[in-house]
């Protein structure tokens, strides 16, 4: 009980210790506030971006040179061949890495390519790069912490399973904790939603997906800021495994009610079957969406919220703007397991309506 | 929309994809699979627990009935056989009272009989006794009477005597 009170404010902590160290920076230099707000507009942009190297935090120091804290992550590259090389290479995207010959920089968190060791990106009327961009298969920072959870999992998971044949069928430690979540989903969520005599197939999925979403959300809640959930290639893998999964496991019943529609007039079912066919790609869009959108709008507000304290630089609103940021953590923490149980109770729905056999009329 | 396809990273996908398929099966293998058979051998194991102290609350309250039964025919069985044995007794007792009854009598009768017969095998005895004795008596008396004129007159006499007198 002691642990679990001490570590909110730890965290908290945490958090500002990352914006400490720019606030007095700002404060001085005596930035006008304009250029405040441009910068956590920025910072926060930079945040929800996906990085090259492990940052835990930056600052800049009395010389006026930008230090960065942190460590480099391996860079992978299929250009013309596989080009393996550490992210220090590119000094935390100031400058140009070159690697057999070929050189690469950094723009917007993506790697581009440039023709020489002093050359530029060169951007378009929109501020987009025109220089090619290669394959880029790099162990990132949202893609080491998925592996760090893909560890966790595994570990936490397999142990409680080692639990139940070491103590005669009960769980033992955290597994006792873990025990009634997984249950939950198997009663409340896969039970209902996909019915009794199918949906042991997909446990093993939807179970997978609650945790794997829940802890990578967890995840995006601390301060050393990953947020692997509000990138929208992370959620479009996700929606379309759910999406493989249901159009391969769709009995003749679930063609039938999306090709010709049964119960209806014939004109309605010619009308009805590309609206159904839509639906059927719309819905696991949906889900992409939703989870990359709330995840993502949860971590703007939250980090606006906590640039206003600099912004106001004054005892009342900075500490309203605390207070208000603090409750809106808490509010994230939900919202966190919600997205998690929202992506897996509509997976096992759409999965319940693939395998659905008795004929019913709508 | 435009953004989300600039912010799409292939790279972040393939890692995504790949980690994420082999913890599905991973733990599958691992993890899910004994951990739900585990779960639902638990779940086994209390309702067939459950339900076997079910029927076992049903055999004993047959076997409590069946008991009840038994005990109520054993009572029974008891008190007619306590009927009989009392009904037997007085029976016994009556037909041992007739039987003695009857011997007695029986033997009363043949007592009276043996000592009827008795009595009169005793009184002809006696009257065949008494008339030898009255024989001899009266052979000696005359013996000794006719020894002697006189007395045999006087005894004429006296027998005349007596039958007159009579």
Not at chain 1, 244 to 269: A, D, Q
Not at chain 2, 113 to 127: F, V
Not at chain 2, 134 to 145: D, L, M, N, P, Q
């Amino acid at each position: 009980m002691r642990r679990k009170i001490s570590l909110k404010p730890i965290t908290l902590l945490l958090l500002l210790i990352t914006f400490v160290s720019y606030a007095k920076e700002e404060g001085t230099q005596g930035e006008p506030k304009n250029d405040r707000a441009a910068f956590v507009k920025e910072y926060i942009q930079h945040h929800l971006k996906d990085s090259y190297d492990f940052g835990l935090y930056s600052y800049t120091s009395d010389e006026g040179e930008h230090k960065h804290i942190g460590f480099p992550l391996p860079v992978i590259l299929w250009d013309n061949g596989l080009k393996v090389f550490s992210s220090s290479k590119f000094h935390h995207g100031e400058e140009v890495a070159e690697v057999g010959g070929n050189y690469y920089k950094v723009h917007h968190s993506k790697i581009y390519k440039v023709d020489g060791p002093n050359e530029q990106i060169i951007e378009d009327e929109h501020h987009h790069a025109t220089n090619e961009k290669p394959l880029d298969f790099s162990i990132t920072k949202n893609v080491s912490l998925i592996i760090l959870v893909f560890g966790i999992m595994f570990f936490m998971f397999s142990r409680m399973a080692k639990s139940y044949t070491k103590n005669n069928g009960m769980p033992k430690g955290m597994g006792r904790f873990l025990e009634p979540i997984v249950l939950y989903v198997r009663d409340e969520i896969a039970r209902p939603n996909i019915g009794e005599k199918h949906y042991k197939r997909y446990m093993s999925y939807l179970l997978t997906v609650f945790f794997f979403v829940w802890i990578v959300n967890l995840f995006g809640l601390t301060p050393i800021g990953m947020n692997v959930t509000n990138n929208i290639a992370v959620t479009l893998c996700l929606a379309l495994i759910t999406y493989l999964i249901t159009t391969f496991s769709g009995n003749k019943n679930y063609w039938k009610h999306i090709f010709w529609m049964p119960g209806v007039p014939v004109p309605m079912k010619i009308i009805l079957a590309p609206i159904e066919l839509l639906g059927t790609i719309i819905k696991p869009f949906a889900l992409m969406i939703r989870l990359y959108a709330n995840i993502t709008a949860g971590h703007v507000v939250l980090m606006s919220i906590v640039g206003m304290i600099f912004l106001f630089q004054n005892w009342i609103g900075s500490s309203l703007s605390f207070l208000l940021a603090f409750v809106l953590a808490i509010l994230e923490l939900l919202v966190a397991a919600l997205q998690a149980y929202i992506f897996t109770v509509l997976s096992a729905l759409y999965f319940g309506m693939a395998v659905e056999e008795h004929d019913d009329h709508h | 929309m435009g953004k989300l396809f600039e912010d799409f990273s292939l790279g972040l996908f393939f890692w995504q994809a790949v980690l994420f398929l082999a913890l599905v099966f991973l733990l599958r293998k691992f993890a899910w699979k004994p951990i739900l058979d585990s779960v639902n051998d638990r779940e086994e194991g209390i309702k067939n627990a459950l339900d076997s102290a079910e029927k076992a609350k049903l055999e004993m309250q047959n076997l409590q009935a069946d008991n009840e039964k038994l005990l109520k025919e054993a009572r029974a069985e008891r008190e007619a056989m306590l009927k009989d044995a009392r009904e037997m007794k007085n029976k016994m007792i009556e037909d041992a009272k007739a039987e003695a009854s009857e011997s007695a009598s029986k033997l009363v009768a043949q007592a009276q009989a043996s000592i009827e017969s008795e009595k009169k095998a005793a009184i002809a005895e006696l009257k065949s006794q008494v008339a030898n004795l009255s024989v001899e008596i009266a052979e000696k008396v005359v013996r000794t009477e006719l020894s002697n004129k006189d007395k045999q007159l006087q005894l004429v006499e006296t027998m005349l005597a007596e039958k007159s007198l009579k």
